[in-house]
């Protein structure tokens, strides 16, 4: 299994950013995929999680309205847009194979920064 995500940097404040997780090793369409987040000094946080096929999706309170989880199965990747960005969303950003609470592989990480 390899999940490499991509796609982060600095961001303004009200910027936006595109994260994308290429998925290998694994038959991706049989999977939910999940966005997690690390910021500085604290826990893993739940972003978002979308069905095998894309026809759900789950946010967290503080990032909805503002990011938007989609895939694609025939490139095995997943994204995130990020929309309205706030220094808040500083973390280090993780994608997952599984759902919150059952991810049994996470990325490595890319690393999104908010600020002015």
């Known amino acids: 299994v390899q999940l490499v995500e991509s796609g982060g940097g600095l961001a303004q404040p009200g910027g936006s950013l595109r994260l994308s997780c290429a998925a290998s090793?694994?038959?991706?369409?049989?999977?939910?995929m999940s966005w997690a987040r690390q910021a500085p000094g604290k826990g893993l946080e739940w972003v978002s999680d979308i069905y095998f096929d894309g026809s759900r999706t789950y946010y967290a309170d503080s990032v909805k309205g503002r990011f938007t989880i989609s895939r694609d199965n025939t490139k095995n990747t997943v994204y995130l847009q990020m929309n309205s960005l706030k220094p808040e969303d500083t973390a280090l950003y993780y994608c997952g194979k599984g759902p919150w609470g059952s991810v049994s592989y996470w990325g490595q990480g890319t690393q999104v920064t908010v600020s002015s």
């Open positions: 090793g694994f038959t991706f369409s049989n999977y939910v």
